[in-house]
């Protein structure tokens, strides 16, 4: 493979792990309030139907509860890819995901404070959900909260259950947030199944079924931003930059608020050797959402891919100052320092970010041992 495009798969790699999983201590664009912040992942929810027909539902209350927490001030989400990353390092499947300590180790691999594990049960045309929060640090899980509705207004019961979990992590959710977190992702209930049996496809690797999936929700609802958004990420997996492109301006042009969809428009240019374009879509993002630490990990990684190792350590450090528990964080500063020279703290970062439950990518497991060697050497 030609180094320069390898390097590119890369970067592409890290940007992806710490732009779209960096989680921010604080809500974007919005102060905290009462309490501490609180970093937060979303586990698929069990189904306890016994119709595995419904099993589609699991990841979309997940989805659609990390969206509308995502709405409160002092609340940030992880996002499905970094859970999907810890699922596979920990050789899980997401109806695994049940037990409070299992639900702790996901937790700190992808440095969340707290993680959110639930389930629902459909009987007849109504529908009951439950939730519980899990302390990371102590894998103890809280007390439930739970909703409950007629089948067709699961938009209803997920933003009633968004606002008791919002509850139980201490803060107070205003009108406005209120409207926000109630105002539905789409009008259509067939568009969501078919988005969330995408997602669900393409974590079991389905590419070919999730993309089906995908193009059916957009033509149930063509005003379906995430559907956009998701089939957006799907050809940027499949190197089809140009597509890839075309459904994520589809999702800033519905939803011009959403960071991360500026986020991986810009990954999409950078990966197509497009950086001036790259760089200004993670640009937009910071502006968007200047508290959201996703923006600036994917242009720390930016930055060195164009060489500019300097001020790639100045996004990095602004990460690690908003999430300090990020193991790819702390790779990525490593990463930076190398590259400057400055070698005194490399190793502390590196271990660091190994205690913390990251894996090192190989490459800096490589560099690693060659200052190592060198070391020895002399």
Do not use: H
């Not at 309490?35 to 027909?53: E, M, Q, R, W, Y």
């Not at 050797?273 to 200047?290: C, F, H, Q, S, W």
């Amino acid at each position: 493979m030609n180094k320069s495009v390898r390097f590119v798969l890369i970067v592409v790699g890290l940007m992806l792990a710490l732009g779209s999983g960096l989680l921010a201590e604080e809500n974007p664009g919005k102060p905290s309030t009462a309490g501490s912040p609180a970093t937060i992942a979303v586990l698929a929810f069990k189904n306890l139907c016994g119709d595995s027909n419904l099993d589609w539902l699991g990841v979309g209350f997940a989805e659609s509860l990390s969206t509308k927490l995502s709405n409160v001030s002092g609340i940030q989400l992880v996002e499905r890819t970094q859970l999907e990353k810890a699922l596979k390092e920990l050789k899980l499947a997401d109806t695994a995901i049940v037990e409070a300590s299992t639900a702790g180790k996901i937790g700190k691999i992808i440095g969340a404070r707290f993680v959110i594990v639930g389930s629902f049960q459909k009987v007849g045309d109504s529908i009951k959900a439950d939730a519980r929060r899990v302390d990371v640090e102590t894998s103890v899980a809280s007390s439930g909260v739970e909703a409950t509705g007629k089948f067709d207004q699961v938009f209803e019961v997920q933003s009633e259950l968004a606002i008791k979990l919002a509850a139980t992590f201490g803060k107070t959710v205003t009108a406005e947030e209120k409207a926000v977190i109630a105002k539905p992702e789409t009008t259509s209930v067939t568009a969501y199944e078919l988005n969330a049996k995408g997602l669900k496809a393409a974590a079991a690797g389905n590419l070919d079924e999730a993309a089906s999936f995908y193009n059916q929700a957009i033509e149930a609802d063509p005003k379906y931003a995430e559907a956009y958004y998701n089939r957006g990420l799907l050809r940027f997996a499949r190197q089809d930059f140009v597509g890839a492109e075309s459904d994520l301006n589809k999702a800033i042009e519905l939803d011009p608020k959403d960071p991360m969809a500026y986020i991986s428009r810009g990954i999409c240019w950078i990966a197509s050797m497009n950086y001036p374009k790259g760089m200004a879509d993670l640009n937009k993002a910071i502006e968007v959402a200047p508290n959201d630490y996703r923006g600036y990990g994917a242009r720390a990684i930016a930055y060195m891919n164009a060489g500019n190792a300097a001020l790639a350590l100045q996004d990095t450090n602004k990460v690690i100052s908003l999430n300090p528990k990020l193991p790819d964080a702390y790779f990525a500063r490593a990463m930076c320092n190398i590259a400057l020279g400055n070698l005194i703290s490399v190793e502390q970062d590196y271990q660091k970010g190994i205690e913390l439950g990251g894996t090192p990518p190989p490459e800096l497991t490589q560099m690693m041992m060659l200052l190592q060697s060198d070391v020895d050497d002399d």
